[in-house]
């Protein structure tokens, strides 16, 4: 055996071979592979194959779009019918318990709100799916795992957008004013892909070990959406339960795109930075939980 | 018995020194896997309560492959026998970079493209071409890369029409057809072949066996794994023998077929060789 009597030009070789391989990544000449401790791959080498591999999670969400016909007129239709029924349901329901007397922009919150939880719910959900569902491609090929919830991110983004158009026709038909603030919703919608994509990496890897994950996912989400400023407006919470609506993600990233969306309002600096931070550190803890056990997925399907 | 594959330039006596670094194709030093399962058939938060209740352990570890080590230069198509089980697979997932070694090390020197067993690789909903397009960009190919071979791929595997229907609507041997066809045109260094070819009919065969000669003058190293004994030693110019994640016997494939054959004729587990 090599290894019982390694000689000391062996190391070096061996050293040598470790060192290129580390500097260059996947895609280098010599490859390495070793146990690991519980940790993560080294980071700069796997973002870059990372993004060296993104038309893999494109094409993925495409094909599985096609799949699904959400790119067919009927397809798009379905994306928005249902969680405008979703939002007509609840107007419904809300308006028996609390006549209000402007219901017009309460109906456009309303839709802007469930459409964009219907955004993180959906990445949520098959970004859920995205590793166990993707057996065969885990296990008979070498690519960074993370590939397989952004993926689905990118799957529930485009799947979000024609009601995002739909809620445009919705505002002026409610005859609310236009803004230029409203472009900064951007902002938020950028929050909530950061942390719908931590969200789905997180779910991803819970599913691997728990695979009744999704079960349970639908009560979940919906107890996150009575919780957040979706149903009621922001400056509607009781006083008492404010200090606490404040831990909920959702309150700062989705309180402010629907702020800035419906009525144009521009948020206190507080909310900007809460939906920042809430994204960067779902984005940090759930790629960090995915990559640290990434490697044992090919194991455990 | 490190690294006596067939290698003329070599003379006996260097054979216990580890070759240069630059001769390697893959190197495999002391290399133990542990596929770690859990008794139940999906692991659940119910399961998991029940069991946590219950006190007992979560998982059952299997040895598949124990202490293996060997090395290839480049140049060599090494066969790889032995019975169902034996970690045969394990071995070429671990190549691959998919499993990580539960201990000892790797070094591949190359791009890998490994073909596992019946083109598993695939999401059976989606179409030919598509897990073609799919299968290339996961290996790192570019989009123009991947359209420019889907041609060169559909014609190779001779699909016709059924390159756009749905995988699930394929035989078998057309699966396996499309991902030998797949990953022979990757480009890889090393090329792993894992019992894709007993699905295949004759005329497939003969076609596959053709192309991998053809790759052989240019990839640095190929893997076959097969349970057709004369395939390995027409195609093959070394071989190991597995058995139960041990490593039996390396060396020549004439040697090693020999030996694996004399095995089973007096071994415990006696089943017919036709059913190689
Ligand atoms: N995903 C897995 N989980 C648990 N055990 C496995 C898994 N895959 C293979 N094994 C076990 O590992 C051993 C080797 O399997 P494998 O490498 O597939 O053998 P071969 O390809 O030679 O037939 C077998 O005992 C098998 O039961
Ligand atoms: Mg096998």
Known sequence: MPSAGMSAADHAANKAAVDRASKSGYLSDVQVYEPHRVGLPPLVPYFRELWHRRPFAAELSRAEMRSANTRTFFGQIWLVLNPLLLAAVYFVLLFILAPRDEPGPFFAHLTAGIFAFYFISGALTTGARSVVGGGALIGNMAFPRLLMPMSAVRTAFFRFLPPLVVYFVIHAAMGLPWSWTMVLAVYFMGCMVVFAAGMAAMFATLQVYFRDTTSFLPYFLRIWLYLSPVLWFIEEVPARLAPFLKFNPLYSILGGFTDLLVRGDVPPPGIWVMAAGWAVAAVVVGFLYFMSREREFAVRL | ??????????????????????????????????????????????????????????????????NVSFEVPVGTSLGIVGANGAGKSTLIRTLGGILPPTSGRIEVHGRISALLALGVGFNPNLSGTENVVLGGLANGLTRRQVDERAHDIAEFAELGDFMDLPIRTYSSGMRSRLAFAVSVHMDPDILMIDEALSAGDAKFKKKAAEKMHELMTTARAMFLVSHALASVKEMCNAAIWLHKGELMLQGSPEEVVAGYTKFLEVGEDAFSLEDL
């Open chain 2, 1 to 66: 018995m490190s690294s006596l594959f067939a290698s003329e330039s070599r003379a006996p006596d260097a054979v216990a020194a580890p070759l240069p670094v630059d001769d390697v194709a893959v190197r495999v030093q002391n290399v133990s896997v542990t596929y770690r399962t859990t008794f139940e058939r999906t692991p659940t938060f119910k399961t998991a309560v029940v069991r946590l209740g219950r006190g007992e352990r979560a998982v059952r570890e299997v040895q598949a492959l124990k």
